[in-house]
C-alpha cells in the first residue's frame, strides 16, 4: 500500500486520518465511537467527528469505510483480521478477569489494568494477557515475586500471563510523555483498584494533550466487584515487619541486576525501587518510528508534531 497523507483536510480531518493511521499499525480498522475516544490531539463532540466522517468528500478520499469500520485506503482486508481478532479476545477475557481477580488479592497489590493488544480486543493467534500492576510502597518486588508464582501456574494450563508493568503508588506519574504512552494509558482496562486507577488518570493527564475525548475507562469494561480487603490485609501483616522489609531489598537488588543484564540495549525497560517496567523489544520505539515516518510525509504534521513535542516539554 502506498501511504499518501492529506495536506488539504481541515484541522479536525487531519485529526481524524492521524488517529486511523496510527491504529493502521496494528492492523485495526475503527469505529466512529473509537475515533472520537481516541481521536489525536483535538477536542470534539462525538457528533462533530461522526458528521465529518460521513459528509466530508476530502476526508473519503483518504479513508476506506466498509462495515461500519473506518481504515486506509486499500486496508480494507484487516477489517476481518479485527474481526476474527475480536472474537479470539472474547475467549481470553474471563482468562483475564480470572487471574486478575487472584492477582488482586495477592499481598500488597493496589490496582490492577489490563493493558495490550487484549485492552484493544485485538489479540493474535500467539497473544498473552498484558497487566499492568499498581503494588503498596515499598514492596514493588516482593509483589512482584508473588505475582510470577501465578504466572508461572497459569503457564501450565497454557495461559500466559505477562504483568509487564509495575509501578508503587509513589510513582503513578508514568516517565515517557509521548502518544504511545498516552494510548497505553487511556485505553488500559481496570479491573481492580479502581480508586487508584482514578489516580493514576489524574497524576499523568498530560495524554489528554494527545487524547482530549479518552476520559475514564475505555467504552469496553468488564464489569467486575472489588475483592474484600480484610484477607488481603491479614496476609500482608506478617510481611508489613522488618522482615518483610529485608526480603524486600533482597528481592530487589536480585532481579534488578538480573532483569538488567536481558535489556539488550532496549532503552524501555526500567528497574527501579518504585518501578518495574519489563518492555524488553522496543515496541514502543519501532510503533513510534513508523508512526513518525507518516507524520513526516506531510509538513502539517510534522508541524503538529513539533508544536505537541514543545508543549509537553512546558508541561513536564
Given at each position: ?6 495536506t ?7 485529526a481524524i486520518?492521524?488517529?486511523?493511521a496510527y491504529v ?10 473509537e475515533?472520537?475516544?481516541?481521536l489525536?490531539g483535538v ?5 462533530e467527528?461522526?458528521?465529518?466522517l460521513?459528509d466530508?468528500?476530502?476526508l ?9 469500520f473506518f481504515?486506509?485506503p ?10 476474527e481478532?475480536?472474537r479470539r ?12 481477580r487472584i492477582?488482586a488479592q495477592?499481598p500488597?497489590?493496589r490496582?490492577?489494568?489490563v493493558?495490550?493488544s ?9 497473544a498473552?494477557?498484558d497487566?499492568?500492576v499498581v503494588t503498596?510502597?515499598g514492596r514493588?518486588?516482593l509483589t512482584r515475586a508473588l505475582?510470577?508464582?501465578i ?15 509495575f509501578?508503587s503508588?509513589?510513582?503513578l506519574t508514568?516517565?515517557?510523555r509521548?502518544?504511545?504512552t498516552?494510548?497505553?494509558?487511556v ?7 479502581h480508586?487508584v486507577?482514578?489516580q493514576l ?8 494533550q494527545f487524547?482530549p475525548n479518552?476520559d475514564?475507562p ?8 472489588e475483592p474484600?480487603?480484610w484477607?488481603?490485609?491479614?496476609v ?5 515487619t522488618p522482615?518483610?522489609a529485608w526480603?524486600?531489598q533482597?528481592e530487589q537488588?536480585?532481579?534488578i541486576e538480573?532483569l538488567s543484564k536481558q535489556?539488550?540495549?532496549?532503552g524501555e525497560?526500567?528497574?527501579t525501587?518504585?518501578?518495574?517496567k519489563?518492555?524488553?523489544q522496543?515496541?514502543q ?9 507518516r507524520?513526516?510525509?506531510?509538513t ?7 508544536k505537541n513535542?514543545n508543549n509537553?516539554?512546558?508541561?513536564a
Amino acid at each position: 500500500m502506498k501511504l499518501a497523507a492529506p495536506t488539504t483536510l481541515t484541522q479536525l480531518e487531519q485529526a481524524i486520518w492521524r488517529t486511523v493511521a496510527y491504529v493502521d499499525l496494528f492492523d485495526y480498522p475503527m469505529t466512529a465511537v473509537e475515533i472520537h475516544r481516541y481521536l489525536d490531539g483535538v477536542p470534539a463532540a462525538a457528533s462533530e467527528v461522526a458528521k465529518r466522517l460521513v459528509d466530508s468528500p476530502a476526508l473519503a478520499d483518504h479513508l476506506s469505510h466498509q462495515d461500519g469500520f473506518f481504515c486506509l485506503p486499500q486496508r480494507e482486508d484487516i477489517i476481518e483480521i479485527r474481526q476474527e481478532r475480536r472474537r479470539r479476545s472474547q475467549k481470553l477475557w474471563p482468562e483475564a478477569v480470572r487471574y486478575g481477580r487472584i492477582i488482586a488479592q495477592l499481598p500488597f497489590v493496589r490496582m490492577l489494568a489490563v493493558t495490550g493488544s487484549l485492552a484493544m480486543n485485538n489479540v493474535a493467534d500467539d497473544a498473552d494477557i498484558d497487566y499492568f500492576v499498581v503494588t503498596k510502597n515499598g514492596r514493588l518486588w516482593l509483589t512482584r515475586a508473588l505475582v510470577i508464582g501465578i504466572v508461572r501456574l497459569a503457564a501450565r494450563r497454557g495461559i500466559i500471563l505477562c504483568p509487564n508493568y509495575f509501578v508503587s503508588e509513589s510513582a503513578l506519574t508514568l516517565p515517557e510523555r509521548n502518544i504511545y504512552t498516552a494510548r497505553e494509558i487511556v485505553q488500559m482496562v481496570p479491573l481492580f483498584g479502581h480508586d487508584v486507577y482514578r489516580q493514576l488518570r489524574q497524576n499523568n493527564c498530560w495524554a489528554s494533550q494527545f487524547m482530549p475525548n479518552a476520559d475514564g475507562p475505555p467504552l469496553v469494561q468488564i464489569p467486575e466487584p472489588e475483592p474484600a480487603t480484610w484477607p488481603q490485609t491479614v496476609v500482608e501483616l506478617p510481611l508489613r515487619t522488618p522482615l518483610g522489609a529485608w526480603l524486600e531489598q533482597w528481592e530487589q537488588a536480585r532481579k534488578i541486576e538480573k532483569l538488567s543484564k536481558q535489556q539488550n540495549g532496549s532503552g524501555e525497560s526500567l528497574f527501579t525501587a518504585v518501578i518495574c517496567k519489563g518492555h524488553f523489544q522496543a515496541h514502543q520505539q519501532r510503533t513510534l518510528t513508523a508512526y513518525q515516518h507518516r507524520l513526516n510525509t506531510s509538513t502539517d504534521f510534522a508541524d503538529y508534531t513539533d508544536k505537541n513535542q514543545n508543549n509537553l516539554r512546558k508541561s513536564a
